[in-house]
């Protein structure tokens, strides 16, 4: 069973779990809203998401859901797709995705669906930014900021080769560092790893030392 984790009095998350494979799902209590990134794809996930409460303790508001897609991936997404085709019930209000995972998902009925292709910020108690993220994973990804955390899902990890060797994109690699080099939070938090949090510059500084190994007229850099 994937356990519960508390990073803050704001901000827990439903560890990764393995059969079937299923990301990291992240919870942030707002003033608001509460602020999903990813649904995973099991079924403790959907359960982690649906029993987040729309009156939390110590609010007189009625609580909003939002969820924020880091990528396409099923490991990810896939309790969406789930909802989508009608297999699960999920409660919340409003996805937002890049738009590939956008169209991987298709219509969503009854719910706010909302492409992202530049940045967007919101104040809810805290301060909670969703943005496009360049990274040789998976086309479109989003990364959301709150406050001090950086939720990544997979978007520093390389592009899987299936067979062939995991890469990553020498043009897209520098672009990425050169944006997450300009952030001010200091915890990067990545999917699928013991621990989730990692700090900001040892993220950075082994992306660099990927970069640092390019070759002359090559576009990819083997993981
Ligand atoms: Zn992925």
Redesign the pocket.
């Known amino acids: 069973m994937p356990r519960i984790i508390k990073l803050t009095d704001r901000i827990q998350y439903l560890q990764v779990s393995y059969d079937p494979l299923s990301?990291d799902v992240v919870a942030v209590r707002g003033d608001s809203a509460w602020w999903i990134f990813d649904v995973g794809a099991c079924d403790e996930a959907v359960n982690f998401i649906n029993a987040l409460p729309r009156n939390p303790e110590g609010s007189s508001a009625r609580f909003k859901k939002n969820i924020v897609i880091?990528?396409f991936?099923r490991?990810?997404l896939l309790n969406l797709v789930r909802f989508v085709q009608g297999e699960v019930s999920l409660d919340f209000d409003s996805v937002y995705l890049g738009s590939y995972a956008s169209k991987v998902v298709g219509e969503v009925a009854d719910r706010e669906k909302i492409a992202v292709t530049s940045p967007i910020s919101f104040d809810d108690g805290v301060k909670v930014q969703i943005l496009p993220m360049p990274n040789s994973?998976?086309k479109g990804s989003l990364a959301l900021i709150v406050d001090d955390y950086v939720f990544l899902?997979?978007a520093t990890?390389p592009m899987?080769g299936h067979g062939t060797p995991d890469v990553y994109n020498v043009q897209i690699l520098e672009q990425q560092t050169k944006m997450l080099k300009s952030l001010t939070s200091t915890r990067f938090c990545l999917?699928h790893k013991r621990g989730l949090v990692r700090d900001r510059d040892s993220v950075i500084q082994f992306l660099e030392s990927v970069y640092a190994r390019r070759q002359k007229n090559e576009n990819y850099i083997v993981a």
Request: cysteine-free; aromatic content about 8%.
């Open positions: 990301a880091s990528h991936h490991d990810h994973h998976a899902g997979d990890y899987v999917s």
